[in-house]
Nanobody, 127 residues
Framework: QVQLVESGGGLVQAGGSLRLSCAAS????????MGWFRQAPGKEREFAAA????????YYADSVRGRFTISRDNAKTAVFLEMNSLKPEDTAVYYC????????????????????WGQGTQVTVTS
């Protein structure tokens, strides 16, 4: 059974930074692309960033590119999201997720292609 646990959310002023962490259980962590999604109040869950299983490919939503950085530590089975220059519109619950299919980057921005999800961590950015 795979479990994902996010941490690092909080309250920050616009222009500030936060670093989210996602601790994963399971011996096959290094075989799967990992993603970060977010859901703002009253909105659908949206893709934020993804990182391939081997760390070779990173993907970002246009809204976060240049401000957010995704990384992973396969030895520690963890994935991170460094968020800089935060804006009020970044306010959301952030979820980490693991793709269904190993060694695949296809449809990296589609939540339906991820089979395991964490419980989420709240990020609130004030103006």
């Amino acid at each position: 059974q795979v479990q994902l646990v996010e941490s690092g959310g909080g309250l920050v002023q616009a222009g500030g930074s936060l670093r989210l962490s996602c601790a994963a259980s399971g011996r096959t962590f290094g075989a799967f692309t990992m993603g970060w999604f977010r859901q703002a109040p009253g909105k659908e869950r949206e893709f934020a960033a993804a990182l391939s299983w081997n760390g070779a490919n990173t993907y970002y939503a246009d809204s976060v590119r240049g401000r957010f950085t995704i990384s992973r530590d396969n030895a520690k089975t963890a994935v991170f999201l460094e968020m800089n220059s935060l804006k009020p519109e970044d306010t959301a619950v952030y979820y980490c997720a693991r793709k269904q299919v190993p060694a695949s980057n296809s449809d990296y921005d589609s939540s339906s292609k991820y089979s395991y999800w964490g419980q989420g961590t709240q990020v609130t950015v004030t103006s």
